[in-house]
């Protein structure tokens, strides 16, 4: 690993995967200076009550399409090929055990996710394993995560004030990063594709395309099965 490389990891279900996503992660890379940024789908996200409605098939193709013309960009399948439950810290020893240290990995996230961050599994220890990058989502900036998490604020960095020695080997710190990101949300895709609406502001093209011809989210059959 290059000393000077920062390797970005996002979670998430992306069912389906949308600008949102895309905008959380181009903000996060162009505040950090990130080398590349990995998009890593759940097979079975431990905060959601529901499974995905898309096959773990159709949501890896859907996010490799839709990075596929960023060279910065790239899609992998680590938790979808692992049973249980998808637990962003397993993710990250995982990298770390690929020889990635700590120094260089920042996780992303939204601030609305991150705001829930002790009931995630592993913590407080997970913050250890990587910089955590925390983006604005719409309702919930970044700024009022020091009053939420008075813990972790001591550990709280402004984006723009990143220098080298931020770093070093002595620990991970979490980074806010203040951007617009557009307000949109994966279930209200879905709902949208179950009143026949367009989908077009809210993915990028070969998504939506893909999601049209493959029949992604057809409305369920009588047994409950997916028709895909």
């Known amino acids: 690993m290059n000393e000077r490389s920062r390797t970005g990891i996002l979670g998430g279900t992306f069912d389906p995967i949308h600008f949102g996503h895309l905008d959380v992660a181009a903000a996060a890379r162009q505040a950090l200076g990130l080398t590349e940024v990995i998009f890593v789908p759940s097979r079975t996200p431990p905060h959601r009550q529901m499974a995905p409605v898309a096959s773990a098939k159709h949501r890896l193709a859907m996010v490799t399409l839709?990075?596929?013309?960023?060279?910065?960009?790239?899609?992998?399948?680590?938790?979808?090929?692992?049973?249980?439950?998808?637990?962003?810290?397993?993710?990250l020893e995982t990298c770390v055990d690929t020889g990635i240290p700590p120094s260089q990995l920042f996780f992303i996230t939204g601030a609305d996710a991150f705001a829930e961050i002790a009931s995630w599994h592993g913590y407080p220890n997970l913050l250890s394993l990587?910089?955590?990058?925390v983006v604005s989502r719409p309702s919930h900036a970044v700024s009022k995560l020091r009053q939420r998490l008075p813990d972790?604020?001591?550990?709280?960095?402004?984006?723009?004030?990143?220098?080298?020695?931020?770093?070093?080997?002595d620990g991970t710190l979490i980074w806010l990063v203040d951007a617009a990101t557009r307000d949109i949300s994966s279930s209200?895709?879905?709902?949208?594709?179950?009143?026949g609406d367009s989908i077009a502001q809210h993915v990028p093209l070969s998504v939506a395309t893909y999601i049209e011809r493959r029949h992604t989210y057809a409305a369920r059959s009588m047994d409950g099965d997916l028709h895909d």
């Open 130 to 133: 990587a910089h955590f990058v």
């Open 66 to 91: 839709a990075v596929e013309s960023q060279s910065a960009y790239r899609t992998s399948d680590q938790e979808l090929r692992s049973d249980g439950p998808s637990y962003t810290s397993v993710t």
């Open 152 to 169: 972790l604020e001591v550990r709280m960095r402004e984006a723009g004030t990143l220098a080298d020695s931020d770093l070093g080997p």
């Open 188 to 195: 209200d895709i879905r709902t949208r594709l179950t009143h």
